[in-house]
């Protein structure tokens, strides 16, 4: 079957062009990057002669968002100069030169679909539809474009599961073993908290929308601590950091627990009331007094003693918890143990106390609707269609077989520069036998391999339906301005796409309209009365978590969301051990390699969105070390280093700690990522030297617990 697209690409331009114009001069929009902010957006507008001629001339944050407020981070902020790039891909392309050379030459949309729907038959009919791999995660938060008829065409063709683990899946996991939901405080309720503790979390770059409340608390008198092996631009600003040993985060909250039982600090009543598992979560922190926390953690006993009882006794008291703690060996663990805290000191009672990870279980949409899990083919062995770790990538790319990967589809993400063990991967994507299909915006590392790659829209130039995990307000957004080129929607291409393979279900027709319908078709209370009619109107609508005007206290009289009702402590699951790659762990390793690698999130970019971005990359191209670990290695500030491991290497500029600096403490080494590859020296990042190995639950990647060594280049 041959789809006319340009006919079909004018039905559609004429739906958009509808949209565009009705709208007025300064529309709305939502923020569809990988944040829990999913800030509210208005983009003034410029008329053209035509409609292709219009364009966005400023974009900034909505001010009546009770979240977003009227500002934007700085990478958004400048996003207009990302959607006018001249580097925007505008056309299909295929091929011409090696793969990871970057050589291609432009083809029609329909040479591209043939192209792709011939290479998947051919894969389906000779190895079985398994050995084709969808490689997706968060490029894009919006329902439909992440998660919507892509998810419908890969069940229908029977292709591999991707278990989308790359960031968030240990820490998920372990808050659903304490909480059983993913609910958390609202960023609101931050102003009236009298302590804050960011664990984990670097506030001013991931999730700038909470620091408002978080200075308006400060005015009112709160304490404001981090806990962080970073002594980041929001842990310079805190009260008090504690410079925590990478991985360690169990062992500190263990030792808390140590104190706060101990001393009977605890809220017996609550606990009493609304946990299960007291008595064993005792005797397990009585096994790791302050003395023993200090070595596993690098914090001072007396340090440790004096937070349990602070956080113990001040009311309220909140925990911005983020994802930073669960990327090591036990990291799944780390987050049960820092979730059980509120329930063990009863803060989930107050206005302002509890504990924020993610707020996304909440949004309760018909997601089953959306992704049509029933259209999953069954695999020629007669079972369901195996499950892929997309942390496991370049073993899935180099050693899966029954049948080996023989084609791989990405859209939404960066493999090549994100995923772990980055050689294993990169080596997986250049097998001439592999056939890969990039969806874009730009040419990036994964771009660079593609047989076929796919120009992709921006979020501003289609419609979806957006969740947060920062917040508890859905939103919805249009187009707000013209589609380049030829680019289309994740939505238009996966309709395209099912079409030529001859899918004839209904489904594969819905318009954007009717996913949004079906999205919104929840018997959730939380739901109740939120239509893509009020959407229309609103922009933004609060989920029905409390009352109009009344804070949400999910956890105030229990209704935790495991199978007691309780908060479950699971004390037997939370004994420390040091990671695997750490200053404790294997004594071999460390021989060889004596400093821990942290690559947290650069301030200027997300994840490797815009690693093509001057400010993004000098950020990415830097090694933070300690004087003390440089002086030794003859290395000084500004000299160019080679860090490296067993698994690779990558050539960064030393960035050494000054004598006010303190950025990060002896033995530690910090490489903000992620870059891309191709605009690195040497042509590698940081993942080059991260390990694939997995964590203790939810099968996320170890991208914390990594040993390096490092040396000064040559002159």
């Not at 700085?74 to 990871?100: E, F, H, I, M, W």
């Not at 009919?125 to 919006?142: Q, V």
Request: net charge neutral.
């Amino acid at each position: 079957m041959t789809t006319d697209v340009a006919g079909w690409a004018q039905v559609t331009e004429r739906r958009a062009d509808v949209i565009i114009e009705s709208m007025p001069q300064v529309r709305h929009s939502v923020c569809a990057l990988d944040c829990p902010d999913c800030c509210s957006l208005l983009i003034d507008i410029n008329d053209g002669p035509g409609i292709d001629d219009r364009k966005g001339s400023r974009l900034r944050g909505n001010p009546e968002h009770p979240v977003t407020r009227g500002f934007l981070c700085g990478k958004v902020a400048r996003y207009l100069d990302r959607q006018y790039s001249p580097d925007r891909l505008l056309y299909p392309k295929k091929r011409v030169g090696a793969k990871g050379e970057g050589k291609f030459e432009r083809i029609s949309w329909n040479e591209a679909l043939d192209t792709i729907t011939a290479r998947l038959r051919t894969v389906s009919d000779e190895y079985g539809p398994e050995a084709i791999l969808p490689y997706s995660y968060a490029g894009t938060m919006g329902y439909l474009n992440g998660a919507g008829l892509d998810r419908r065409f890969f069940h229908r063709l029977g292709a591999s599961r991707l278990d989308r683990t790359i960031c968030s899946s240990a820490g998920g996991a372990g808050l659903m073993a304490t909480l059983g939901l993913r609910y958390g405080t609202e960023p609101e309720q931050f102003r009236h908290s009298k302590l804050i503790i960011a664990w984990g979390a670097n506030v001013l770059a991931t999730n700038v929308h909470l620091w408002p409340f978080i200075v308006e608390a400060r005015r009112n008198g709160a304490r404001f601590y981090t806990i962080d092996p970073v002594r980041n631009r929001t842990g310079k600003l805190a009260d008090k950091h504690f410079a925590i040993y990478p991985g360690s985060d169990l062992a500190l909250a263990l030792g808390l627990m140590h104190v706060i039982i101990g001393e009977k600090l605890h809220d017996a009543g609550y606990v009493a009331d609304y946990t299960n598992g007291f008595d064993a979560l005792a005797k397990r922190a009585r096994e790791y007094p302050p003395e023993r926390v200090e070595t596993l953690t690098g914090i001072p006993r007396e340090d440790v003693v004096t937070l349990a009882r602070e956080y113990a006794t001040t009311r309220p008291a909140a925990i911005r918890l983020n994802y930073g703690i669960q990327r090591s060996d036990r990291g799944g663990a780390a987050t049960r143990a820092i979730a059980a805290l509120p329930a063990l000191v009863g803060s989930w009672r107050e206005v302002g106390g509890g504990l924020q990870l993610s707020t996304s279980q909440a949004f309760q949409l018909n997601k089953a609707g959306l992704e049509m899990p029933e259209l999953q083919q069954r695999s020629p062995l007669g079972r369901e269609a195996r499950i892929v770790n997309m942390s496991e990538l370049g073993k899935a790319l180099t050693q899966l077989d029954a049948p080996p990967v023989k084609a791989i589809v990405v859209y939404n993400s960066n493999p090549a520069s994100i995923a772990p063990n980055q050689n294993l991967v990169l080596a997986g994507m250049r097998r001439e036998d592999l056939f890969i299909v990039v969806l874009e915006q730009f040419q990036n590392d994964t771009a660079d391999h593609a047989d076929i790659l796919l120009p992709a829209t921006t979020f501003l130039e289609h419609t979806d339906l957006y969740f947060a995990y920062g917040h508890y307000y859905l939103q919805l957004a249009r187009p707000a301005l013209p589609a380049p080129g030829e680019t289309k929607s994740n939505v238009e291409v996966f309709r395209l796409l099912a079409e030529r393979m001859g899918f004839d279900e209904d489904c594969f027709r819905d318009s954007e309209d009717d996913m949004i319908r079906t999205l919104l078709d929840s018997a959730h209370p939380f739901l109740q009365g939120i239509t893509l009619e009020r959407l229309e109107r609103e922009h933004s609508v609060r989920l029905n978590v409390a009352p109009d005007g009344q804070p949400f206290l999910p956890f105030a009289q229990g209704g935790f969301g495991t199978k007691s009702g309780k908060c479950e402590f699971g004390a037997e699951m939370l004994d420390y051990q040091p990671p695997i790659e750490s200053r404790l762990g294997a004594s071999e390793l460390r021989a060889r390699f004596p400093l821990e690698l942290i690559s947290s999130k650069s301030h200027d970019s997300m994840n490797s969105t815009f690693g093509n971005d001057s400010s993004a990359r000098s950020q990415t191209s830097t090694l933070f070390l300690h004087d003390d670990d440089a002086r030794p290695r003859g290395i000084g500030n500004g000299d160019l280093v080679r860090v490296f491991n067993d698994r690779g290497s990558c050539t960064l500029v030393a960035g050494v700690n000054g004598p006010s600096t303190g950025l990060v403490r002896q033995g530690v080494v910090l490489a903000p990522s992620v870059g891309w590859n191709k605009l690195s020296s040497g042509s590698r990042g940081v993942n080059a030297l991260t390990s694939d190995r997995l964590t203790d639950m939810g099968g996320g990647p170890t991208f914390y617990s990594c040993l390096v060594d490092v040396e000064k280049c040559g002159d």
